[in-house]
């Protein structure tokens, strides 16, 4: 049997020094001791923590970075932003959108993500056709993860208006399926063939600006069981959008619908009231935390520490790709609090390391994922300890000062996917990515 040797492993009880990690062969943890390396054993560097998952990706998004800051895309808004957005969005095909996150996915893999929750919501042609195959669009993303070597969750989105009591225009058309109905049998023949290993499906309701009101039952009630995630109050502009046509909140109205349950992911959560925090909190659901992304968009801070106090799971994203580094992420969520209440260490980096872990696997609907323990996927990610961000730290608080670059080994399912800043399978993924974001804007 595969076995990997941890110099120090940060096990669900602690961190915990010489860990023998053995892996049958499905990739699958089969024990977790104390012992001394196996002369086979594969020796992992510094505190090897789980796999990360990533818990809201716009893959196609990822054509963005270093193209919003000058020129007529400086300064402005969200919505502004939105425009350049859609541009993107617009020149995607089955081809390159599985060419773009193939490369997408595999900087994740380098990173140190072993899953990804793809918010999924360009479906059809750029004129609103549906396509010969109504999923080729899904398709190719799930084929996309495959190539890279990590594992997702489809998150099929509902996007039916343009705002509140508006059509969709431009490009936004292609993100419709024209009714819940109409979503539901699509998502579904993506579901009839089963999912392979490696792939789950989901549901996502865009925003309460893309599905009316009197839909929202509806879908809360589609594909039971299977996770469920919703962008929520990210502007003001949306809460007031909110209140205006339906007298509530967002998250009022989500909750009076039934769409906020144990099984929902709010996404961002940013503009919430006291009340809003409380139904959260009493609906079971998950709060998603994009913190490079909200800092990009200049969208605010969320409450993440009274949405955790109230009882939810935090988990975090990277959306738009600004950054794909989810020790980063972790560490700007603390930093977020810390300047949104002045104080230190609002979380703990246990907290920290769980909500890119366990918690974020369990919103993706990967329970027994994101821990190294007996029965788990062998998700294993090396940080290495003598670099020149992460020397002389306590090895407990590695992930508070550690980043992308210091991670030195991504195990999968029991195999390396990514080695000392290479893909495994994939090589040179700085190579890919210009390749596949230069084509798209060109």
């Known amino acids: 049997m595969l076995s990997y040797w941890c110099e120090r492993a940060w096990l669900p009880d602690g961190l915990t020094g010489g860990v023998l990690v053995t892996v049958s062969a499905d990739g699958t943890i089969t024990a977790v001791e104390r012992a001394r390396p196996r002369p086979d054993s594969h020796r992992l560097p510094g505190v090897v923590l789980p796999g990360f998952a990533n818990a809201h990706s716009h893959a196609f998004h990822r054509a963005l970075r270093g193209r919003t800051h000058g020129g007529d895309a400086s300064g402005g808004t969200f919505w502004t932003w ?32 072993t899953c990804v929750g793809e918010f999924h919501y360009v479906h059809h042609a750029p004129d609103g056709r549906r396509y010969a195959e109504p999923n080729a669009m899904g398709e190719a ?96 502009a949306e809460n007031a959008a909110c209140r205006a046509a339906h007298g509530r909140s967002p998250v009022e109205l989500l909750y009076e619908t039934g769409v906020l349950s144990p099984r929902t992911t709010a996404v961002h959560a940013t503009h919430l009231s006291p009340g809003d925090v409380t139904l959260l909190g009493d609906s079971g659901a998950a709060v998603c935390c994009c913190p490079s992304t909200e800092a990009d968009l200049a969208d605010g801070l969320g ?20 950054v794909v580094d989810p020790l980063a992420e972790s560490r700007a969520l603390e930093h977020g609090e810390r300047l949104r209440s002045g104080r230190r260490g609002r979380f703990t980096p246990g907290e920290l390391v769980n909500a890119a872990t366990v918690d974020g696997h369990a919103a993706l609907g990967w329970p027994e994922a994101g821990r190294i323990a007996p029965g788990a996927p062998c998700d294993l990610v090396a940080v290495r300890d003598d670099t020149p961000r992460t020397a002389g730290a306590e090895p407990d608080q590695v992930p508070l000062v550690a980043s992308a670059a210091d991670v030195a080994t991504v195990v999968v399912g029991g195999r390396i996917m990514a080695s000392e800043g290479k893909h495994t399978t994939l090589g040179d993924v700085g190579a890919l990515l210009a390749r596949e974001v230069g084509e798209l804007w060109t």
């Not at 009882?311 to 738009?320: E, F, K």
């Open 303 to 322: 409450p993440m520490r009274e949405l955790a106090d109230a009882g939810c799971r935090l988990c975090l994203g990277s959306d738009q790709h600004a």
């Open 82 to 113: 939105r425009e350049t957005m859609y541009r993107v969005a617009e020149r995607l095909d089955p081809d390159s959108y599985h060419r773009l996150a193939r490369a997408v996915y595999a900087e994740m893999v380098l990173a140190g993500v």
């Open 141 to 236: 993303l799930r084929q996309a993860a495959a190539d890279a070597g990590l594992r997702l969750t489809l998150l099929d989105t509902c996007y039916l208006t343009g705002g509140i009591g508006e059509p969709l225009r431009g490009v936004q058309r292609r993100f419709g399926d024209g009714s819940v109905a109409a979503w539901r049998e699509r998502v579904e023949a993506l579901t009839a063939g089963g999912t392979d290993a490696t792939t789950r499906v989901g549901a996502a309701v865009h925003s309460v600006r893309a599905v009316p009101a009197r839909e929202l039952p509806e879908l809360a009630a589609a594909l039971p069981g299977r996770p469920l995630h919703v962008h929520v109050s990210e502007q003001p």
